[in-house]
């Protein structure tokens, strides 16, 4: 079992920054792939980045490539999300989640949500323009 509390989201003007963090307890989490996911008024999850068990290799959606950043630190069982030149756009909830599929080292995950067994309750984010 693991549970994921995410933190971080708030309200920012475009262009600002943001770092959302993903706490997780559990002893799986080190063995988890993670992923962040967002979800718009509206409109479906979509997926926005994923990182590798080490941490060592990422994903991310074209929409957030060049200007968010995921980490982890499995001493601390948590996963970071670092976003930057926010844009209204970006303005959204934004959700954890844990994929407990076996992975190699070198997986930096899925894209889809179905492949994530555990899921956070979200923060919200939203960028002012």
């Known amino acids: 079992q693991v549970q994921l509390v995410e933190s971080g989201g708030g309200l920012v003007q475009t262009g600002g920054s943001l770092r959302l963090s993903c706490a997780a307890s559990?002893?799986?989490?080190?063995?988890?792939?993670m992923g962040w996911f967002r979800q718009a008024p509206g409109k479906e999850r979509n997926f926005v980045g994923s990182?590798?068990?080490?941490?060592?290799?990422?994903a991310y959606a074209d929409s957030a490539k060049g200007r968010f950043t995921i980490s982890r630190d499995n001493t601390k069982n948590t996963v970071y999300l670092q976003m930057s030149s926010l844009k209204p756009e970006d303005t959204a909830v934004y959700y954890c989640?844990?994929?407990?599929?076996?992975?190699?080292?070198?997986?930096?995950?899925?894209?889809?949500?179905?492949?994530?067994?555990?899921w956070g309750q979200g923060t919200q984010v939203t960028v002012s323009s």
């Open positions: 989640a844990a994929d407990l599929h076996i992975r190699g080292p070198y997986d930096s995950g899925s894209w889809f949500s179905s492949d994530y067994h555990y």
């Open positions: 559990g002893r799986s989490f080190g063995n988890s792939v």
């Open positions: 990182i590798s068990r080490s941490g060592g290799y990422t």
